[in-house]
């Protein structure tokens, strides 16, 4: 109980009747919600359509919904809290449609009055919660778990404004508004009467309680109120929606103008936008955005009330019981974003619940589990330590006692041993001193888990070796995964249809049945295979008219879609695949044509605003276009496009029709990616490096099904400090050639000089990405991709397999493992 307010709960059984989901009753109320909800007829703007379609499938979600919410709550019953700053779901009607299995009543309820439910799901706008990989995986795990059947709970931020939208003006980015919630979002539900007070600001001090004990309190605080914003995440066909918590910044009802003490009402008011202003906008992953405060205030906004959230639940029936509360509690915390979770429940412990430190110490590192999501060192999250002390004293003040119980213990290992400690503190000494959220995390949980094999074995071996040694138990791998849901039988109708005919659809709630695809990869399944490549044309055609609508580049479908979306970076190395599209041009003009295949070359992602080289590659791509699509010579044999604004939604089309995935980030630098599952499991190729999960589907579908090019991680570190580009250069005449086009200015007529600072960066010996090192690997991979092509039954071979060898590859199996090794929950009935 909280301001004397009563807690409204309501853990009655949910006795609401199911709506009808035949044609006539999802049709009646549709008609229902457009009319007299909307105050729409017929002819209005598609939007509403789409609005009163959702409100419909949205009320038949909710008596499912409640049910899941009653079984979540039961005493007993432990949960997960998955914390994480992104969730990047996308669109949501059809997604329920399919989990619900009424879109053919859906579809005919659409059709009686004349509207395609295709078009009409496309309406929606994507829910752009997330930047890329980190937020997207947020979004697999959310469908897994309720597959799955798991209590588990998203908490995050309902950003006002999403990830941007990005369009093309004369080959540059350009960044623009995301203002997804302009026509309202029909699927959450606000629940003021769960807000929660963050606070900020102010100072501690000390006081004695009424049995004279010392403690501390954080007072004069300028608190925020957070108001839960709660969306449906349905499981696939089995009556189980749970739960994603958005939290929303508003000044506090109580907003008092004196106890902000503005002296003037103006100020007041600012006082008030800067409370709003903490959920207004998702942060890009930009490393010039580093330490902002209102990053910092995101992250602790979004802790703060979530925390508060479960012990609110947790203490429900008046006495809160920290033995029940460790039992029923775990947060999983998705990268370091909300890493101050440590210290705040620590904080919430001490300080409100009266809880001995050493206790309160034992329940928080059993409830906290820590997933790493990158290896580069420059994206380590620190923060400084006077931007902590005066948005967060208290924090600061219980993260200086963590550290010191956790340094004597380093100590007590290895004592004398300060260089160890200076390496493992929490707190970075220095000029500016830092908390490092990375050491707070790990020292905060049970758990320490990378994303692929590969990225959890070099956190033990590099990054984070001091506090492997120290604590080896903690550590542990969850390979990736997506879910075969929304990226294969939602995305992929025609091949899932395909799919299911041949070994029924038990693949989509379990996709370890895919195995049984792979004796239709036999040559011999002449059927299957014309079969399975009709369905691919047929989604290329699709992709082409995508193409042609947003880049206006005409792609034909018969030839090779090759294809590399995902954020811009240049660890990522965009950059070699446009070397090799230049060494492809070059080869086209000369005639030297054995071997050649035409290509259609997609490349589509955001960079964040404020990176200039990744910016500048865009650009690149974009020049590299216009000559080569307009060039004559070239006649067809090779297109480039750059597809502007590539979100979750672009994803959808163009996995089902990519015949190439490009994965070919410099080895050791890519965690994980996810991308690269959603194009395998639609039966595309990997032409890839050694790294993240690569190694992994590489492994899976065997060498011959795999376009494995480049360094390993190994040979990357070993190669660093006598890393010459110029060599490469000299004995290559081909990559000779292709530098010496672009220095040419041929790709840049009328902006003499732009695409310098991309050749200065390939040919530095400091390029960190190693672009040079790995060109000539990469091509002659190419060429090997061209002959493969050129034998389409090879071709069609090596798709099946590549789908049919993606089970490992569900983010139900990661779940799965997550719940096996760290959550240990009990699927609810
Ligand atoms: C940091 C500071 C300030 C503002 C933003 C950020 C920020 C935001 C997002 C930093 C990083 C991210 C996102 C990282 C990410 O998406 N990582 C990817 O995670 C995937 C899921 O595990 C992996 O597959 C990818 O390999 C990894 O790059």
Redesign the pocket.
């Given at each position: 109980m909280q301001n004397g307010k009563r807690e409204p709960f309501n853990y009655q059984p949910v006795d609401l009747a199911p709506l009808g989901c035949d044609a006539a009753a999802i049709g009646s109320d549709f008609k229902r919600y457009l009319s007299y909800r909307l105050g729409r007829s017929r002819g209005c703007a598609p939007i509403y359509i789409y609005e009163a379609l959702a409100s419909v499938v949205r009320d038949r979600l909710t008596s499912d919904w409640r049910h899941t919410w009653a079984l979540h709550w039961r005493p007993g019953v432990r949960r997960v809290q998955y914390m994480s700053?992104?969730f990047l779901i996308g669109r949501a009607l059809g997604n329920h449609l399919l989990n619900m299995g009424i879109e053919g009543e859906t579809a005919q309820a659409m059709l009686d009055f004349s509207y395609k439910l295709e078009e009409v799901v496309q309406d929606e706008v994507d829910a752009g919660l997330?930047?890329?990989?980190?937020?997207?995986?947020a979004a697999c795990f959310m469908d897994s778990c309720a597959t799955l059947a798991l209590p588990v709970m998203g908490y995050g931020l309902r950003y006002e404004y999403g990830m941007f939208r990005q369009f093309i003006e004369n080959g540059f980015q350009k960044e623009a508004a995301d203002l997804w919630l302009k026509n309202g979002n029909p699927w959450e539900v606000e629940r003021i009467e769960y807000s929660q007070t963050v606070q900020f600001g102010g100072y501690t001090e000390q006081y004695r309680d009424e049995h004279g004990q010392k403690r501390t309190r954080w007072v004069s605080s300028n608190d925020v109120v957070a108001i839960p914003f709660d969306m449906p995440i349905s499981g696939y066909r089995n009556h189980i929606v749970n739960t994603l918590r958005l939290w929303k910044a508003t000044a506090s009802d109580e907003f008092n103008l004196e106890e902000f003490n503005a002296g003037s009402y103006t100020d007041a008011v600012q006082a008030k936008n800067e409370a709003e202003d903490i959920t207004m906008v998702l942060?890009?992953?930009?490393?010039s955005?580093?330490?902002?405060e209102l990053?910092l205030r995101q992250q602790y906004f979004l802790v703060s009330a979530s925390l508060k959230d479960s012990l609110r639940i947790s203490a429900r029936h008046g006495d809160f019981n920290l033995e029940q509360f460790a039992h029923e509690n775990l947060f999983q915390m998705n990268?370091t974003?909300p890493a101050i979770a440590v210290a705040e429940l620590m904080r919430i412990l001490v300080d409100e619940y009266h809880v001995l430190w050493d206790d309160a110490w034992r329940v928080t590192t059993q409830c906290m589990a820590y997933?790493n999501?990158?290896l580069l060192p420059e994206?380590l999250?620190k923060w400084s330590v006077s931007l902590f002390e005066r948005l967060l004293p208290r924090l600061l003040e219980i993260i200086y006692e963590i550290n010191s119980h956790f340094l004597n213990k380093v100590l007590m290992k290895w004592p004398g041993d300060m260089e160890r400690v200076k390496r493992m503190s929490i707190i970075e000494e220095g000029p500016e001193r830092y908390v490092r959220m990375a050491s707070l995390a790990i020292v905060g949980s049970c758990s320490v888990n990378g994303?692929?094999a590969l990225?959890s074995r070099l956190l033990r071996e590099g990054l984070f070796h001091d506090f492997y040694q120290l604590w080896p138990e903690k550590f542990n791998n969850k390979t990736?995964g997506v879910t075969p849901r929304r990226w294969v039988a939602h995305a992929n109708p025609a091949m899932s249809a395909l799919i299911s005919e041949h070994i029924g659809d038990g693949w989509v709630a379990d996709l370890s049945q895919i195995s049984q695809l792979k004796p239709f990869a036999g040559k011999q399944h002449t059927q299957f295979h014309a079969r399975w490549r009709a369905v691919k044309l047929a989604n290329k055609q699709h992709l082409a008219a995508l193409v042609k609508a947003e880049c206006g580049v005409d792609f034909d479908p018969e030839a090779l879609f090759d294809v590399q979306v995902k954020?811009l970076?240049e660890y990522?190395r965009q950059l070699l695949n446009v070397l090799h599209v230049v060494a492809l041009y070059l080869r086209i003009k000369r005639g030297h044509l054995d071997h050649h295949v035409n290509r259609c070359v997609l490349i589509g992602g955001k960079a964040a605003p404020g990176y200039y080289m990744a910016k500048r590659i865009i650009k690149f791509i974009n020049n590299v276009a216009g000559v080569v699509n307009n060039d004559p010579d070239i006649d067809g044999r090779l297109k480039v496009a750059f597809l502007p604004n590539y979100r979750v939604s672009s994803m959808e089309i163009i996995a089902p029709a990519t015949d190439l995935s490009e994965q070919i980030?410099t080895a050791g630098?890519?965690?994980?990616?996810?991308?690269n599952m959603k194009f395998m499991m639609n039966g595309a190729i990997t032409i890839g490096t050694y790294d993240?999960?690569n190694i992994e589907i590489f492994e899976a579908v065997g060498r011959d099904n795999f376009f494995l090019f480049g360094l390993h991680a190994e040979q990357v570190d070993a190669l660093r400090c006598e890393y010459r580009p110029g060599e490469y250069v000299e004995q290559d005449a081909e990559l000779r050639d292709v530098l010496d086009l672009i220095r040419s200015g041929h790709f840049s007529l009328n902006e003499p000089g732009i695409f310098e600072p991309v050749l200065d960066a390939v040919l530095s010996p400091s390029d960190p990405w190693m672009v040079l090192a790995d060109f000539r690997s990469y091509v002659d991979a190419q060429q090997q991709v061209a002959q493969a092509w050129a034998d389409q039954e090879r071709w069609t071979e090596m798709s099946i397999l590549n789908t049919a060898c993606s089970g490992f590859f569900s983010s139900d199996r990661t779940i799965q493992e997550y719940n096996r090794d760290i959550w240990k929950l009990e699927p609810v009935a």
């Open positions: 700053l992104e997330g930047n890329g990989g980190l937020g997207r995986l942060y890009p992953n930009d490393s955005e580093n330490g902002k990053r990268d974003h997933t999501h990158t994206a999250e994303v692929a990225h990736n954020r970076h990522k980030s630098k890519e965690a994980s990616g996810t991308g993240g999960a």
